[in-house]
């Protein structure tokens, strides 16, 4: 499913083709590529925090206007409502959050109300990755022929407990990340209350987040699948990776495109795209769907990212939980800036000179304002979702309504993705 016919929609033959080509080779960040899209415009949200004059309106992409949901299915083409996807899997998540507050309980009662800081109650976050393995969960559900009526029934339910596992302990290799990226950043605000680094301080912050991590390690011995956990543990490497990215660039690193697309992959896209790819392989599909599975995950975190990136210059503290132009003041480059320095070579050098100058921030600021930077890092986003629709639709094909709306789901999530306000 394209959200345009503005964009060519990539065929079966073809993308499974694709697949072939990557199973055919050891897939690696570095060839993630950089595509560019040209547009015209910002939005009025962006005039208000910009401060700047003379801006064209927008608000989504030209591709998202007078946008409705389209499945296509081989020869017919429904028009379908909608769904919302958190619903469709609510009792799980809940089931879920319980199991997790039950996993990250500790001895030592200071440990303990460091661990479940974001597992209580209010503060759990969207669980927007766990919605994404739950759905892809059933998205690829198959029936076995062979087995009786009980015997199939109870391998359904032992898989569907499995991969309930990878959605528990990706989410707390998720939420140890963000203990330990608030400690970098020394941020106050998480989640819209305070971070546990500012609340506990940073050692303990650091603590609870190896704290979950080794959780999360437990849980991931337990399936007992040697490449499940090779997955998840290389998952973690990345995350080590990105951050080490993000905190040593050189000046030409920092102005690099290509560089921020593969720290963004290893920062936030990693995650999804692998746990994703632990889903199909617990289901025992072939390394293709697998594949079509991993796609999904890496092509939806990137437009996650990018989304994000743009919220960070127009959003408010309020909608995001914490601090807007957060990236900027901590001397982070993200897609709008790199954007706008190909419109206004000039902008370079103000990013190399670094932003502990507050007047650099605004000069800044003010480049971005007169470029097209929010509105292509937009574009960017809306190719990647794009990219993720292409693969749930190049996924075999299936009569099963429950599999059908899982599908329908994790591509009205891409949607969802790229026109969030927060």
């Not at 032992?158 to 330990?180: D, F, P």
């Not at 991931?220 to 951050?243: F, I, K, M, P, Q």
């Not at 072939?286 to 990018?306: D, I, M, P, R, S």
């Amino acid at each position: 499913m394209l959200f345009s016919r503005g964009f060519s929609r990539i065929g079966r033959n073809s993308f499974n083709g694709l697949c072939r080509c990557l199973l055919s080779r050891r897939m690696d960040a570095h060839q993630l590529f950089v595509s560019s899209i040209y547009s015209q415009s910002l939005s009025e949200s962006t005039q208000k925090i910009l401060g700047c004059r003379d801006f064209f309106s927008w608000g989504l992409p030209p591709v998202f206007h007078g946008y409705r949901h389209q499945i296509h299915h081989q020869s017919s083409s429904i028009v379908e409502e909608p769904l919302d996807p958190f619903s469709l899997v609510s009792d799980e998540l809940s089931l879920i959050a319980d199991r997790l507050r039950d996993m990250v309980v500790a001895e030592v009662p200071k440990l303990a109300s460091a661990a479940e800081y974001f597992f209580k109650m209010g503060v759990e976050g969207k669980r927007f990755r766990p919605t994404v393995l739950l759905l892809m969960s059933t998205a690829l559900n198959v029936t076995v022929p062979e087995p009786p009526t009980q015997l199939r029934e109870a391998l359904s339910t032992e898989l569907r407990a499995r991969q309930q596992c990878i959605a528990e302990v990706t989410e707390m290799i998720h939420v140890a990340s963000l203990l330990h990226d608030d400690v970098l950043d020394d941020a106050d605000t998480r989640r819209g209350v305070g971070s546990l680094n500012c609340v506990m301080g940073n050692k303990l912050a650091v603590l609870a987040g190896d704290f979950l991590l080794s959780r999360a390690c437990v849980a991931l011995a337990s399936l007992r699948n040697t490449e499940v956990v090779s997955l998840l543990s290389t998952v973690v490497e990345h995350l080590v990776t990105g951050e080490t990215m993000q905190m040593t660039t050189t000046s030409d690193q920092r102005c690099s495109m290509e560089y921020y697309i593969q720290k963004s992959y290893f920062k936030t896209a990693s995650l999804i795209s692998n746990s994703c790819k632990a889903i199909a392989i617990l289901a025992g599909h072939t390394a293709e769907v697998a594949v079509l599975a991993f796609e999904y995950g890496k092509n939806l975190g990137l437009a996650f990212q990018l989304i994000d990136d743009v919220l960070d210059f127009t959003g408010t503290s309020a909608s995001l939980g914490k601090g807007s132009l957060s990236d900027i003041r901590h001397g982070i480059i993200t897609a709008p800036i790199l954007f706008a320095m190909e419109e206004f070579p000039q902008l370079r050098a103000v990013v190399k000179q670094g932003f502990d100058n507050p007047a650099n921030i605004e000069l800044a600021l003010d480049y971005l304002g007169r470029s097209n930077g929010i509105h292509r890092t937009r574009e960017l986003a809306t190719k990647h979702a794009n990219l993720a629709a292409s693969a749930i639709e190049s996924l075999p094909e299936s009569e099963d309504e429950d599999v059908r709306r899982s599908r329908r789901a994790l591509l009205d999530l891409t949607h969802m993705v790229i026109t969030r306000t927060k």
